[in-house]
T-cell receptor, first 109, second 114 residues
Framework: GQNIDQPTEMTATEGAIVQINCTYQ??????LFWYQQHAGEAPTFLSY??LDGLEEKGRFSSFLSRSKGYSYLLLKELQMKDSASYLC??????????WGAGTKLIIKP | IAGITQAPTSQILAAGRRMTLRCTQD?????MYWYRQDLGLGLRLIHY???????GKGEVPDGYSVSRANTDDFPLTLASAVPSQTSVYFC?????????????FGPGTRLTVL
C-alpha cells in the first residue's frame, strides 16, 4: 500500500528553527509537495521537490532524497503565525496526490 | 469570483437525504478534485476530473458522484447521506494533472450527517 508518515505534533520556540520530516512509500513518484494549513482553513501550497536536494524559498526550505523516500521542511526564524499544520503529499504513478496526516506545529513565545 | 469558491460553508443533514456540494473556479484550470479531511487522517481523494467532460474515481468514491459539464464547475453529490460522511470537504483545482502543478483549494464545506 501507499504510505506517508509525518510526526503528529511538534513544538518550537519563536525565533528558532524547526525541521519537519516526512517519509513515503508510494507506487511511483512524480514529485513531493508541502502545504500549510491553519486551523479551520484550506491548505495552501508551500513547496515542490522532484529532484534530490534543497529548495529554498525565504524562511522555508524543503529537502528531498528519492533514494531514501525522505523529505523535510525547514522553517527558520519562527513566527507565531507559523503555528499551523504542515502537510506532506506525494504524486504517485497515476499523478494523484497521496497525503500524510499532517504535522501540527505549535509555536511558543 | 477570485480562485475557488464552495457552497455551502457548513451544513447539517439528516441521514438518507440527498445533498450537493458546489464548487466553482475562475482560474480556467483543467483539473479539479474533491477531497475529504477527517481528524487524524490525511486528505483523501473522492473523485477527480482532468478536463471538462471526464471524471475519475479516487481513493474513497463510494456514496459520492460528480459531474463536469464545463470547466468552471465541479459539484459533488451524496445520493443518500450516512453519518460516516460527516467530514470537511475540500474542492481543489490545478492547471492540469501534470506532476509540477500545485493544487489550489477552496475554503471547504463542513458537513454533519445525523
Amino acid at each position: 500500500g501507499q504510505n506517508i508518515d509525518q510526526p503528529t505534533e511538534m513544538t518550537a520556540t519563536e525565533g528558532a528553527i524547526v525541521q519537519i520530516n516526512c517519509t513515503y512509500q508510494t507506487s511511483g513518484f512524480n514529485g513531493l509537495f508541502w502545504y500549510q494549513q491553519h486551523a479551520g482553513e484550506a491548505p495552501t501550497f508551500l513547496s515542490y521537490n522532484v529532484l534530490d536536494g534543497l529548495e529554498e524559498k525565504g524562511r522555508f526550505s524543503s529537502f528531498l532524497s528519492r533514494s531514501k523516500g525522505y523529505s523535510y521542511l525547514l522553517l527558520k526564524e519562527l513566527q507565531m503565525k507559523d503555528s499551523a499544520s504542515y502537510l506532506c503529499a506525494v504524486k504517485d504513478s497515476n499523478y494523484q496526490l497521496i497525503w500524510g496526516a499532517g504535522t501540527k506545529l505549535i509555536i511558543k513565545p | 469570483i477570485a480562485g475557488i469558491t464552495q457552497a455551502p460553508t457548513s451544513q447539517i443533514l439528516a441521514a438518507g437525504r440527498r445533498m450537493t456540494l458546489r464548487c466553482t473556479q475562475d482560474m480556467r484550470h483543467n483539473a479539479m478534485y474533491w477531497y475529504r479531511q477527517d481528524l487524524g487522517l490525511g486528505l483523501r481523494l473522492i473523485h477527480y476530473s482532468n478536463t471538462a467532460g471526464t471524471t475519475g474515481k479516487g481513493e474513497v468514491p463510494d456514496g459520492y458522484s460528480v459531474s463536469r459539464a464545463n470547466t468552471d464547475d465541479f459539484p459533488l453529490t451524496l445520493a443518500s447521506a450516512v453519518p460516516s460522511q460527516t467530514s470537511v470537504y475540500f474542492c481543489a483545482s490545478s492547471l492540469d494533472g501534470s506532476s509540477y502543478n500545485e493544487q489550489f483549494f477552496g475554503p471547504g464545506t463542513r458537513l454533519t450527517v445525523l
